[in-house]
């Protein structure tokens, strides 16, 4: 019969490995001295926008990084760590994250992968900087809406030294 902590140590070896392949982006986080309700705060904030995060033992998260091949992120794993899974907003859970590190400072961030590039924590920063998807999406529509707007001023420019045009021809000859 297996002893309880091997099977609590597989089954987490398990859970991560099925995240790594689901997931394409993961967060590696050294949480040392963080409170237990700011975890709660943090956790409910990276579920709003679809991410997860997981303390594991080091030793069962370098296995499960092996068997998954990711060896590049084995350096990160050192004290006290913790994965966020990340499923749909990257940039999102990036800026929940360095939000969170400048306001408790023993939160670090370490780094992580983002598809299949290696973050460093000076890239997860960068990422947090980013404009949110809807200001990317408007400077999107305003950049494709200059040209047409001023195709529209051109145009109308034209027209209206056409009828002036028009307008002066008319009053020559009448009078």
Do not use: W
Not at 36 to 46: A, E, H, I, K, Y
Not at 59 to 85: D, H, M, W, Y
Not at 97 to 108: A, G, I, M, V
């Amino acid at each position: 019969m297996k002893k309880l902590g091997l099977i609590v140590k597989q089954t987490q070896k398990r859970f991560i490995e099925d995240n790594l392949k689901d997931t394409s982006c993961v967060f590696i986080l050294n949480y040392a001295k963080v409170s237990g309700p700011d975890f709660s705060t943090l956790r409910q904030s990276l579920r709003s926008h679809g991410a997860r995060f997981v303390t594991v033992k080091n030793s069962v998260c370098r296995r499960a990084l092996k068997e998954t091949g990711q060896e590049k992120l084995l350096n990160l794993i050192e004290g006290p760590c913790g994965l966020v899974f990340v499923k749909d907003d990257p940039v999102g859970t990036s800026k929940i994250l360095y939000n969170f590190s400048r306001e408790h400072e023993f939160l670090k961030l370490r780094g992580g992968f983002l598809k299949d590039r290696i973050l460093a924590a000076t890239d997860i920063e960068a990422l947090a900087r980013l404009p949110s998807q809807e200001v990317l999406r408007a400077q999107l529509v305003m950049t494709l809406n200059l040209p047409l707007s001023g195709l529209v001023l051109v145009l109308k420019q034209l027209l209206r030294r056409f009828i002036y045009c028009l307008d002066q021809i008319r009053n020559k000859k009448g009078s």
